[in-house]
């Protein structure tokens, strides 16, 4: 099925360890985006890549980091995983110009204890 | 400083009844303005946009006003079903190089009774 796929759906963590949340787009959309959702916090962007080979920080860039792979593909790093980072992560990909094209995956749960 | 705004965090209705979610916007740079719908356990989908030339969009039973000198938009659901039951989101952008990142507000979580 054409979308985003997200993995994994979830994840559990202790403070410290580091994971890769990663990110996969077949509609050969040029633009990606990190999104994490918290209980009354709504959706705030982390990185964004307008298009491969590109990454800027969003609004909450601190304690991640992102890799464009290919036009396909973009990865969610957290080196040192904090109890602050338990939320849900959200990846989205958008064409180019065209403003109502995003596409959101079905997120990743993580949890760090 | 929060640029979009709901204010409400929940709303509930009777079936057939109509909803009304708001949203208030501080940033005049916003051109482009988008609810999305999500469900637990799902990602966000597209529901209705409206550009800031533009006062109103509908598309069949959701219609969003716009309201440029009060920065404040509404959905409108019409009637309302249970199946639109979930939390709505307001999301906003803005053009000039912006590479047309949303922002979010924070969502209102719409409860339709049977």
């Known amino acids: 099925n054409a979308g985003v796929t997200q993995t994994p759906k979830f994840q559990v963590l202790k403070t410290g360890q580091s994971m890769t949340l990663q990110c996969a787009q077949d509609?050969?959309?040029?633009?990606m985006y990190w999104y994490r959702q918290d209980p009354g916090m709504g959706l705030r962007l982390i990185y964004y890549s307008a298009s491969e080979g590109t990454t800027d920080k969003g609004e909450v860039p601190n304690g991640y980091n992102v890799s464009r792979l290919n036009k396909r593909e973009f990865s969610l790093r957290l080196e040192s995983a904090a109890p602050s980072q338990t939320s849900v992560y959200f990846c989205?990909?958008?064409?180019?110009?065209?403003?109502?094209?995003?596409?959101f995956g079905s997120g990743t749960r993580l949890t760090v204890v | 400083d929060q640029q979009v705004k709901q204010n409400s965090p929940s709303l509930s209705v009777q079936e057939g009844r109509i909803s009304i979610l708001n949203c208030d916007y501080t940033?005049?740079?916003?051109?482009?303005f988008l609810w999305y719908k999500k469900y637990p356990a799902e990602g966000p989908t597209f529901l209705i946009s409206i550009s800031s030339i533009k006062d109103k969009n509908e598309d069949g039973r959701f219609t969003v006003f716009l309201n440029k000198s009060a920065k404040h938009l509404s959905l409108h659901i019409v009637p309302s079903q249970p199946g639109d039951s979930a939390v709505y989101f307001c999301a906003a952008s803005g053009s000039g190089g912006s590479n047309y990142k949303l922002t979010f507000g924070k969502g209102t979580l719409l409860t339709v009774n049977p």
């Open positions: 509609m050969n959309h040029n633009s």
């Open positions: 940033n005049s740079m916003f051109d482009y």
């Open positions: 989205a990909s958008r064409d180019r110009g065209y403003r109502n094209g995003y596409t």
